[in-house]
């Protein structure tokens, strides 16, 4: 080993110039490079205790050089490569957090911990994250830095995680492409994201639910039955009532489309809500939301499903549009989408529509 060449880099360290200081971590990382075969665990130990003494001392732009070296490096200089990772300027950081394969989990998890958006977006764009550092992204990360993190396929993301940023880009329309385009996220939550989405999305979603093996649907539907999550949103007061209606007309086979049809004509609208459900297999509140905010693209997949025909479909269409001056021209229009929703996919958007938020292991299929 070259001992005079690197007892003289020591000796150089106390140096006070800047300019010599900068020559001494170049020397120094370049004898690092140069003779990295022959180092054993003291040599390292040197390397490294001269390393990082030196570059703490140096301009931003010394350091990002160095950054980037080290970010390459197989096995380089642990306590060097960790100050680095922590520095406070992200254009040192970065080329380490994002490139370097000799982080450990736990010094990923000490930056996300303690440092700000950039370090954390760093990290995201890690060929690979870890469950645990994604945990500590997905806590502490804001919008923008959940959007690159669910970009990355090689970030994996807990069921708990996923719920969490579900949640988050129910509000945050940003979100919305990054979570409907994310491989990963079980397909009840996916379907959750329906509602919230532009139409280009819903399309996504009926696509992917499309795709679904018909086995993995019934793992996953299974496995969030589990626990049950509490509706959201209290009952309407003529819930009841409405309900012990439907039931003994039900007992009489007396719930029959055109029934339905003059429940929404007559604004007995629980009535209608409560038979709509039971006839379709989803929740009230389900059908309820549908209702209210007028979603006649949802309303098509429920009816579809059901096998409702499409003449019943475009009636539900026109009366809840009944306060839009070109409420026969829109029933028309989604009453040609009907036509071309898939079955298949309707009653698979369904199965999912059934279920409520889960606290359970829910597999993405």
């Not at 009926?206 to 039955?225: F, I, K, Q, T, Y």
């Not at 589990?226 to 409405?242: C, I, N, Q, R």
Request: hydrophobic share 45%; proline share 3%; glycine share 4%.
């Amino acid at each position: 080993m070259q001992r005079t060449k690197l007892h003289d880099l020591i000796d150089l360290a106390k140096e006070e110039s800047s300019e010599r200081r900068r020559e001494l971590l170049r020397s120094v990382t370049d004898l690092f490079f140069t003779t990295e075969a022959e180092r054993g665990g003291q040599e390292m130990d040197l390397f490294d205790d001269i390393l990082s003494q030196l570059s703490s001392e140096m301009e931003e732009v010394v350091r990002i050089e160095l950054a980037e070296r080290m970010a390459t490096a197989d096995a380089p200089p642990s306590g060097l490569l960790r100050a680095l990772a922590r520095d406070q300027s992200i254009a040192v950081a970065q080329p380490v957090l994002t490139g370097s394969r000799a982080l450990t989990e736990d010094d990923l998890l000490v930056v996300a911990r303690t440092r700000g958006q950039e370090h954390l977006r760093a990290i995201s764009q890690r060929e690979t994250v870890s469950q645990a550092v994604t945990e500590a992204i997905v806590e502490r990360g804001d919008d923008q830095t959940l959007g690159v993190l669910l970009r990355n396929e090689g970030a994996e993301l807990s069921r708990e995680a996923h719920e969490i940023v579900v949640d988050r880009a129910a509000e945050n329309p940003e979100l919305h492409e990054a979570v409907v385009g994310r491989s990963s996220v079980p397909p009840d939550l996916l379907n959750e994201m329906y509602f919230v989405v532009e139409a280009r999305l819903r399309d996504k979603i009926l696509e992917r639910n499309s795709e679904l093996d018909p086995a993995a649907v019934e793992a996953a539907l299974a496995a969030g039955r589990k626990k049950v999550a509490t509706l959201h949103g209290s009952l309407p007061a003529d819930y009841a009532e409405a309900e012990k209606a439907i039931r003994t007309m039900r007992l009489r086979n007396a719930i029959t489309p055109p029934v339905l049809a003059g429940f929404l004509r007559n604004r007995e609208t629980t009535k209608f809500l409560v038979a709509l459900s039971e006839m379709a297999g989803i929740d009230f509140q389900t059908a309820r939301r549908i209702l209210e905010k007028r979603e006649l693209d949802a309303l098509s997949i429920v009816c579809k499903a059901a096998g409702f025909e499409r003449s019943l479909f475009l009636t539900f269409a026109v009366l809840i549009l009944d306060r839009d001056a070109n409420a026969l021209g829109r029933a028309r229009e989604y009453g040609e989408l009907y036509e071309t929703l898939p079955v298949e996919a309707a009653q698979r958007t369904i199965r999912f529509w059934r279920m409520r938020r889960t606290t359970g292991d829910v597999a993405a299929a």
